[in-house]
Nanobody, 122 residues
Framework: QVQLVESGGGLVQTGGSLRLSCTASGRTFSIYFMAWFRQAPGKEREFVAAIRRSGDDTYSADSVKGRFTVSRDNAKNTVYLQMNSLEPEDTAVYYC???????????????WGQGTQVTVSS
């Protein structure tokens, strides 16, 4: 079992930045493929970014490429999402998730955090 706790959400103006953190406890953190998803009101949960176990390979949705960066520190059992040039369309609840397979689909992730709200004002 893996327990995930996100932090770092908040209210920011258009063009601003936030950094989300997700700290894991339980089974060895480094063996998991970690991802960030988000869900806006009335919409499906969507993939944002992900990072392999080693941290060498990262993946991002087209909508956030060039603005968001995912990273991880296995020594701290933490994965990060640095979000720059935020837009109102980025407003959503952001979730951290863990899996043992490489995937961008929610059904492949058995472990989820509780979510953190990000609100971008225009």
């Amino acid at each position: 079992q893996v327990q995930l706790v996100e932090s770092g959400g908040g209210l920011v103006q258009t063009g601003g930045s936030l950094r989300l953190s997700c700290t894991a406890s339980g089974r060895t953190f480094s063996i998991y493929f970690m991802a960030w998803f988000r869900q806006a009101p009335g919409k499906e949960r969507e993939f944002v970014a992900a990072i392999r176990r080693s941290g060498d390979d990262t993946y991002s949705a087209d909508s956030v490429k060039g603005r968001f960066t995912v990273s991880r520190d296995n020594a701290k059992n933490t994965v990060y999402l640095q979000m720059n040039s935020l837009e109102p369309e980025d407003t959503a609840v952001y979730y951290c998730a863990a899996s043992q397979v490489v995937s961008a689909t929610t059904r492949e992730y058995p472990y989820w955090g509780q979510g953190t709200q990000v609100t971008v004002s225009s």
